[in-house]
């Protein structure tokens, strides 16, 4: 980057400050008014504006009277050179001197905004005239680390198809339900129980001579016959068809005793309550 500046003879003939009577004028805010917009036509800062006119915000109504220039007597600094420090930008230079960044790359020879620190510039345009010789240009900044490319996106993973669910239902079960739709004479709930032929003074025979301890595997319920006939095939929720086979003396209305060849398992059915469904021959 190139750039005009200073030799030390004419920064030292240039550079200082003087004492100068300024009139003060003042301003009458019109709607649509801006500090902002105020500044820059009278060549002055925010700051300044807000400082002579004490004010705390940047707010500012129609007809208000603005002070736009500084107090009579005033110091007005009048340097043409500036010497950039740690943390200055031309944006701050600009401000400070009531010039433009454009102004400044201007009279400079700028064709960059990077500046370094102790780079001298010219602040008016009259000083812009004393060349001096180029000064050495700072290292360029080192290249950024190369961005390593972004890993290829993995392909789509298809979804499995949802596996079918598994029927668990017992072929007695499935039978009974595949007869149910067209060969259901009656359907109830039922409080359901269960027993055993293997208990004390039982033996083993049903009431329609069903010998259970020989037929181990039998499905049988103990039923009201004026509910369920003898002898009827029944599906029981939970137990499967069975054979409508026994009676029993607490077994009466609504009521079913599930025979189950297990006193463990008979135990554990407990007391239920279950969907009946009385099937055609």
């Known amino acids: 980057m190139k750039k005009s500046v200073f030799s030390l003879a004419a920064t030292a ?4 400050a003087f004492a100068t009577s300024v009139s003060a004028e003042e ?6 008014d801006t500090l902002w917009g105020i500044s820059n036509d009278k060549n002055v800062t925010v700051d300044q504006l807000k400082k002579w006119n004490n004010l705390n915000s940047n707010l500012i ?7 736009v220039t500084g107090n009579s007597e005033s110091t007005v600094e009048t340097s043409k050179t ?10 701050g230079i600009s401000q400070k001197y009531n010039i433009t960044v454009d102004q400044l790359m201007a009279w400079n020879n700028l064709s960059s905004t990077l500046i370094h620190p102790g780079d001298q510039f010219a602040v008016k345009a009259q000083a812009a005239s004393a060349p001096a010789p180029e000064k050495a240009e700072a290292p360029a900044p080192a290249p950024e680390p190369a961005q390593e490319e972004a890993p290829a996106p993995e392909p789509e993973k298809k979804e499995a198809p949802e596996a079918e669910p598994v029927n668990t239902t017992t072929e007695a079960e499935q039978s009974s339900e595949q007869s149910s739709s067209n060969d259901v004479v009656k359907e ?11 208990c004390t003074g039982c033996s083993g025979v049903t009431a329609t001579g069903i010998d259970l301890n020989a037929n181990p595997n039998q499905k049988v319920i103990a039923v009201d016959p004026d509910v369920i006939p003898l002898g009827s095939k029944v599906y029981v929720e939970g137990y499967g068809v069975a054979i409508a086979g026994d009676t029993g003396g607490a077994i009466d ?4 005793d599930v025979y189950m060849p297990n ?4 135990l554990n059915f407990g007391r239920q309550e279950v969907t009946v469904k ?4």
């Open 263 to 266: 006193r463990q398992d008979a």
């Open 253 to 256: 209305g609504n009521r079913i």
């Open 13 to 16: 003939a240039l550079t200082g």
């Open 188 to 198: 109830f709930t039922a409080e359901a129980t269960a027993y055993t032929a293997n």
């Open 61 to 67: 109504v129609p007809n208000q009277k603005l002070t």
């Open 82 to 91: 500036y010497t950039v420090k740690s943390g200055d930008t031309l944006y």
């Open 27 to 32: 301003y009458t805010v019109d709607k649509g």
């Open 278 to 281: 009385v099937l055609s021959e």
